[in-house]
């Protein structure tokens, strides 16, 4: 099966600074790609995601890239802000039949004030 | 729009003992999940469903059954709680593409 691996597994940051969380896959079939956002005690939320044939996305100050000849993809948040702060996990899925989502062991963002 | 729901949403047991935990969505997706969360693992796929009657296994299903006679139910069964099973327990459900939508968990202690 599917195989995610994320790093860093904590981040801190001072607001305003970028933050960027990397994700590698095993599977070359995946092809979608999205990120949770887990604030404690909640469930996690779909922040941004990305397809197999899209190289980066935005949304305002987040944004995923994708290089599926290396597997791998990467969560950038830019101007961060301490609402920023949350556990981000990445996830891969092949978005077929057989729809199963795999998620990496996640990264813990801290933005200090 | 209630989306998904999970019950119990806290839920204490005793080793050994069976523990029913239920997952509801009033979207009629076709798949629907069951996670677990523990610290420094993230979320492991348990079981998944991708219709009704049709059913299959994830990472770590050992321990674990499922059922979905019907399209907005998927509950999950621990038949014999141990220990490790301890955790956050995660329903999720999507369509054929796009976004997989959580519901609020369930904590479940066996103690």
């Known amino acids: 099966g599917e195989n995610v691996e994320q790093h860093p597994s904590t981040l801190s940051v001072q607001e305003g600074d970028s933050a960027v969380i990397k994700c590698t896959y095993s599977?070359?079939?995946?092809?979608?790609f999205p990120w949770y956002k887990q604030e404690l005690g909640k469930r996690p939320q779909l922040i941004i995601d990305?397809?197999?044939?899209?190289g980066e996305k935005k949304d305002q100050r987040i944004a995923v890239t994708l290089n599926k000849t290396a597997k791998h993809f990467s969560l950038h948040i830019t101007e961060t802000q301490p609402e920023d702060s949350a556990v981000y996990f990445c996830a891969a899925s092949i978005q077929d039949n057989f729809n199963k989502f795999y998620f990496g062991s996640g990264t813990k963002l801290n933005v200090k004030p | 729009d209630a989306g998904i729901t999970q019950s119990p949403r806290y839920k204490i047991t005793e080793t050994g003992r069976q523990v029913t935990l239920m997952c509801h969505q009033t979207?009629?997706?076709?798949?629907m999940f069951w996670y677990r969360q523990d610290l420094g693992h993230g979320l492991r796929l348990i079981y998944y469903s991708a219709a009704a009657d049709i059913t299959d296994k994830g990472e770590v299903p050992d321990g674990y059954v499922v059922s979905r006679s019907k399209t907005e139910n998927f509950p999950l069964t621990l038949e014999s709680a141990t220990r490790s099973q301890t955790s956050v327990y995660f329903c999720?459900?999507?369509?054929?593409?796009?976004?997989?939508?959580f519901g609020e968990g369930s904590r479940l202690t066996v103690l």
């Open positions: 599977d070359s079939a995946s092809n979608y």
């Open positions: 999720a459900s999507s369509e054929t593409t796009g976004e997989l939508f």
């Open positions: 979207w009629s997706h076709s798949y």
């Open positions: 990305i397809r197999s044939n899209v």
